[in-house]
């Protein structure tokens, strides 16, 4: 395919600065492709970890491994919502969300950790059909959430990098590989 959504990354004026270490852990341009090929990794390495250890925490007061893998499948679910609200057109501001709160409030720790693997497995699919399906003037709309300017290009390096940032996390603090 040789269109915008294989051709470029997005430039720094797409996203907040916060989000420039995600950008950049996404290697290349075809961000459709690292975001198919970040989930069977992701979840390859997931499966590796047994119910006993997904409840594991790397330091008190810090997620569980299952409240990570709920926290990319809520953060995945947002970052699309708002490619998809973008990518149609709409200018209306969407807000921020506090992620804290998110994990706080979904008991990520009595879900089956195989449930949770499924299911950021379906959500990534959901996701990438969304970016597949987006024609070139889509791809580079732009939106305002969280009181930033954001396109969906950077959406999708967002979701990418957001993911392999964690990914990180688990095999760093976690210990995870």
Same mark, same amino acid.
């Given at each position: 395919m040789n269109d915008v959504k294989t051709l470029l990354r997005p430039e720094e004026s797409e996203y907040a600065p916060f989000y420039g270490k995600y950008v950049q852990?996404?290697?290349?341009?075809?961000?459709?492709?690292?975001l198919k090929n970040?989930?069977?990794n992701t979840t390859e390495l997931l499966s590796g970890i047994s119910e006993e250890k997904s409840l594991s925490r790397y330091a008190e007061g810090k997620w569980s491994i299952k409240e990570l893998v709920g926290h990319l499948i809520d953060t995945e679910r947002i970052f699309a919502y708002r490619a998809l609200r973008i990518s149609r057109g709409d200018a209306t501001p969407l807000a921020g969300f506090e992620q804290d709160d998110y994990i =706080?409030? #979904?008991?990520?720790d009595a879900c089956a950790f195989s449930d949770l693997i499924r299911e950021f497995k379906a959500v990534r699919e959901s996701t990438v059909m969304l970016f597949e399906n987006?024609?070139?003037?889509?791809?580079l709309r732009k939106g305002n959430a969280s009181e930033n300017v954001v396109s969906v290009r =950077?959406? #999708?390096?967002?979701?990418a990098g957001h993911e392999l940032h964690h990914v990180n996390?688990?095999?760093?603090?976690?210990l995870v590989d």
């Amino acid at each position: 395919m040789n269109d915008v959504k294989t051709l470029l990354r997005p430039e720094e004026s797409e996203y907040a600065p916060f989000y420039g270490k995600y950008v950049q852990l996404v290697g290349g341009s075809d961000v459709v492709s690292a975001l198919k090929n970040n989930i069977g990794n992701t979840t390859e390495l997931l499966s590796g970890i047994s119910e006993e250890k997904s409840l594991s925490r790397y330091a008190e007061g810090k997620w569980s491994i299952k409240e990570l893998v709920g926290h990319l499948i809520d953060t995945e679910r947002i970052f699309a919502y708002r490619a998809l609200r973008i990518s149609r057109g709409d200018a209306t501001p969407l807000a921020g969300f506090e992620q804290d709160d998110y994990i =706080a409030n #979904a008991d990520f720790d009595a879900c089956a950790f195989s449930d949770l693997i499924r299911e950021f497995k379906a959500v990534r699919e959901s996701t990438v059909m969304l970016f597949e399906n987006m024609n070139s003037k889509a791809w580079l709309r732009k939106g305002n959430a969280s009181e930033n300017v954001v396109s969906v290009r =950077a959406l #999708a390096f967002l979701t990418a990098g957001h993911e392999l940032h964690h990914v990180n996390i688990l095999k760093e603090r976690y210990l995870v590989d």
